[in-house]
């Protein structure tokens, strides 16, 4: 038997053990014992033990030659005769078998295997007996040896002995109170647990009660805080609990119920807002039970309240206007109610003056409406979004404490300290963090009274005696709506801000949609009214003030809500139109009936007229107010601008016409492409239609005049030139308010400017035209002989003095110049002719004489006209050139 020589069988104390108040000196009490001796030779530890490799240790020649005799699969570790090959190949078949009349010779080879196998034992057996011989000392040695270590082992019990009675009696001093105290630590401890485990079903047993209370004052969002709470107590602190097995199911049904009474409340909430009466100057209606519903709703992600919200508002809107038409025909005497039955009958039959007044009611009704759904859907705007700032802020607030975490598990070592006890981890029995303290009062929970308690209520953590347990994470912050109603957000709201967002803007979509409802309910109150045509029958004046005041609504409401409502606006554009349309064709054929009783004769200029066209001079193009005082008496012509306009009475009503278009477009913004179109229309008829009346002579069947005359022409002409005159200001003061996008239809006043150009001209032309045919008429019949001046030219100088006559008063002083030099040109060439066909040549002799007196008394007798006496005739181009 083999043995360490450095084997001790006793421990010995160390200087460091914690139980011990001073060092102890084992060999005071336990003599040292001798370590065992060796009782047989070391062997080299790299053999296996069998008896091949001892005899290849320790072997003679002869021994050595003697083992290879024996076959080697005799001396493999792994041999077995159960297994066959090694069976088959010890003992093979063909030694056994008796067959075929050899048993002779096989019994005979058996044998011989038989002393085979005899001798390979002998030798194993003479080198065992060999090997045992060379260990015989070591054997006896052994043998000698048994009783002294007996005696070794007894000593050594005896010292284990000692040392167990030594280590009893120092648990008994030193370790039995310490471990004792520790106990009860964990004792009392298990007990507080136990208490406030108690304590804390207490509470969760008072849960449905509580909540009902909540319930009875509408604390909808505390309800569900203490329902959630209860719950996540529930699944995590009293998890098992056998008595609490139905109540998380009661909660989540209870959870249910809450939903159904808060979006009940919620209903009721908005009928009630939305329905007071108006006159009330409250714009919120118990805004802290306005967001205590909201947060319940978010809390709960009923979105759909706002759709409520949205059903009640269209109510609303509707119910606004029906009263105010019952208030408004119930003041109204000459209303029978009892004959006419229906609401939009007896409204019908209201006046201009009394459904207008009944109109700016409801616009100033749905106004304060408007403002009161902003003001409530501002307060749920401002919660959802500092239920959004909040989860924004939780995040990032997450996202430093994580950071804070991994840098602080990346600089702190791990240290695990605890303490066996009856087998029991200290780390079992007390938190982190408490150890210490109740090792460090160990001392003072020793001297406390027997009869004190275990621990009073003051002893039990605030975490562990409420449901607020101490793993949740349930927190809160608050912040102020505008109205100054502090918000209390709680961390388990579970929408997403992408939720948060799409509510937001919800809210918004639905503050356009009370404008949008407004609107589309006015605009059902305005066909209502116009079914009968009162609207198209309004005048002027009236449609303006209801476009004026239509318009003033849009515009408030734009500012109330952030964006314009189209309705409205589309039916006063299409009222607008049919305004327009009817607004056109009356002064069409106010027109047309004038132009028909026309007899283009000078008409007197009354001095409202002078005035009307004074203040277009000024810049201001409007209809003037009508001065008080003495009459004045009319002008015989119209000044523009220093310039004498002799014109018909139909230009004078034409001017004041174009004006009530150009006011029309600045009372009624919106119409006035429609305007511009009907004006242009307008002016085209009143050129054409004096076209045909005049220059086409129409007059003479439509007015029964006997002639068309050259002071018709020219009246007709300084009538055109009047319009031209003001064609630019009327194009400035529809291209200042006209859109970018739409100055291309100016071009129209381009084309009708050019038509009265061309129209003149007509004109022109027609007054050189018939002066023409005279001069061929009566130069045709000229001759050159005595007296002079001859009858001709006597005839021809009193039809240019009638003419000038007739045209002088009318037309500017230069344009009378052009037509004469026009009208002097054809009387130049006609002569021309005429002495051409008499062979009459400029040769000094005597027809040359009585031409030449001729002339010269036709060119005294023109030259002697008003205003054409600096006139240049160039009479010696009537004189062939002389080849």
Not at 358 to 368: N, P, Q
Not at 846 to 874: C, E, I, R, S
Request: net charge negative; hydrophobic share 40%; proline share 3%.
């Amino acid at each position: 038997m083999a043995s360490s020589h450095s084997s001790s069988p006793v421990p010995q104390g160390s200087s460091s053990d914690v139980f011990f108040k001073k060092e102890v000196d084992p060999t005071k009490h336990i003599r040292p014992v001798q370590s065992l001796p060796d009782v047989c030779p070391k062997e080299p530890t790299d053999q296996q033990g069998t008896f091949y490799s001892i005899s290849t240790g320790n072997l003679s020649d002869k021994s050595r030659t003697d083992l290879e005799q024996v076959p080697k699969i005799f001396m493999k570790p792994d041999f077995a005769l159960d297994d066959s090959l090694t069976f088959n190949s010890v003992l093979p078949w063909s030694h056994f078998n008796t067959a075929g009349g050899k048993g002779n010779r096989d019994a005979a080879s058996s044998k011989l295997l038989q002393e085979k196998l005899s001798h390979y034992l002998d030798i194993v057996e003479v080198n065992i007996a060999h090997q045992i011989s060379l260990r015989s000392e070591a054997f006896f040695h052994a043998m000698t040896s048994q009783h002294e270590l007996q005696d070794y082992l007894k000593k050594t019990s005896q010292a284990v002995k000692m040392l167990r009675d030594k280590i009893a009696q120092i648990d008994k001093v030193m370790c039995e109170g310490s471990l004792h105290i520790l106990r009860l630590a964990l004792t009392r401890n298990n007990c507080v647990k136990v208490y406030n485990k108690l304590k804390l079903m207490a509470t969760v047993h008072q849960t449905q009660p509580t909540v009902q209370v909540l319930l009875s004052t509408s604390e909808f969002v505390g309800a569900l805080d203490l329902i959630a709470t209860t719950q996540e107590v529930l699944q995590q602190e009293l998890q098992g609990i056998h008595s609490f097995r139905h109540l998380g199911s009661q909660l989540c049904e209870l959870e249910k119920l809450i939903d159904k009474m808060m979006i009940a409340e919620f209903s009721t909430y908005s009928h009630s807002d939305l329905n007071r009466p108006l006159e009330d100057d409250c714009q919120v209606l118990e805004e802290e039970r306005l967001v205590s519903l909201v947060f319940g709703l978010l809390k709960q992600r009923k979105l759909n309240f706002l759709e409520i919200y949205g059903e009640e508002m269209i109510i609303t809107a509707k119910n606004i206007i029906k009263q105010c038409v019952i208030n408004k025909v119930s003041q109204i005497e000459e209303i029978d109610t009892d004959v006419v039955m229906k609401l939009a009958d007896q409204m019908r039959m209201l006046n201009f003056p009394q459904w207008f007044d009944l109109l700016k009611d409801i616009f100033s009704k749905f106004k304060i409406f408007l403002q009161r759904v902003k003001a409530t859907l501002n307060i749920i705007h401002n919660v959802v979004l500092s239920v959004l700032d909040k989860n924004q802020r939780t995040r990032e607030l997450e996202e430093i404490s994580q950071q804070k975490n991994a840098a602080k598990d990346n600089s702190l070592d791990t240290e695990v300290a605890y303490l066996i006890h009856e087998g029991m981890f200290i780390s079992d029995a007390f938190s982190e963090g408490e150890l210490m303290p109740i090792v460090v009062d160990a001392t003072s929970q020793r001297n406390a009274s027997p009869n004190s308690e275990p621990c009073s209520s003051d002893s039990v953590s605030e975490p562990e005696c409420t449901t607020d347990s101490s793993s949740s994470k349930e927190q809160t912050s608050s912040s102020a709506t505008p109205g100054g109603v502090d918000i209390i957000i709680s961390e388990d709201m579970k929408l997403t801000d992408l939720e948060l967002g799409k509510l937001a803007n919800n809210i918004q979509e639905l503050l356009y949609s009370a404008s949008d409802i407004c609107h589309d309910r006015a605009v059902k109150f305005l066909m209502s009214r116009a079914k009968d045509g009162f609207l198209e029958k309004l005048n002027s004046t009236e449609f303006i003030t209801l476009s004026r005041s239509m318009e003033t609504f849009i515009l408030e409401t734009e500012q109330i809500c952030g964006r314009k409502s189209t309705s409205l606006l589309g039916a006063l554009q299409s009222q607008a139109n049919k305004f327009v349309n009817r607004f056109h064709e009356e002064r069409k054929t106010k027109l047309s009936l004038l132009l028909d009783n026309e007899r283009w004769k000078q008409a007197d200029v009354p001095a409202e007229f002078q005035d009307l066209v004074d203040s277009i001079s000024d810049g201001k193009i409007a209809l003037p107010e009508k001065k008080s005082g003495e009459e004045r008496k009319p002008a015989e012509v119209l000044i523009v601008e220093g310039q004498q306009y002799a014109v018909v009475g139909t230009v004078l009503l034409l001017i004041r016409i174009i004006l009530e278009y150009c006011q029309c477009v600045d009372n009624i913004p919106s119409v006035t492409t429609d305007m511009l179109t009907r004006l242009s229309d307008l002016l085209k008829y009143f050129n054409s239609r004096s076209c045909q009346l005049v220059l086409g002579a129409g007059a003479l069947q439509v007015v029964g005049l006997k002639t068309i005359t050259t002071k018709n022409l020219a009246l007709s002409s300084r009538c055109l030139q009047l319009i031209v005159h003001y064609i630019p200001v009327i194009r400035a003061h529809f291209e200042a308010r006209l859109p970018p996008k739409q100055y291309n239809m100016l071009r129209h006043f381009d084309h009708i400017t050019k038509d009265y150009h061309d129209h003149i001209a007509e004109i022109s032309a027609k007054l050189v035209a018939i002066m023409d045919s005279l001069f061929d008429k009566l130069l045709s019949k000229y001759e050159v002989k005595a007296p002079v001046p001859s009858a001709c030219f006597r005839n021809i100088c009193k039809q240019m003095a009638k003419m000038h006559e007739a045209i002088f008063d009318l037309l500017p002083e230069e344009q009378t110049q052009m037509l004469f030099l026009r009208i002097n040109t054809s009387y130049k060439l006609h002569l021309k002719k005429q002495l051409s066909h008499l062979n009459v040549i400029n040769d000094g002799g005597p027809q040359n004489g009585l031409v030449t007196a001729d002339v010269a008394f036709y060119t005294g007798n023109l030259q002697a006209l008003k205003g054409l006496k600096d006139l240049d005739l160039n009479m010696a181009e009537i004189w062939e050139q002389k080849r």
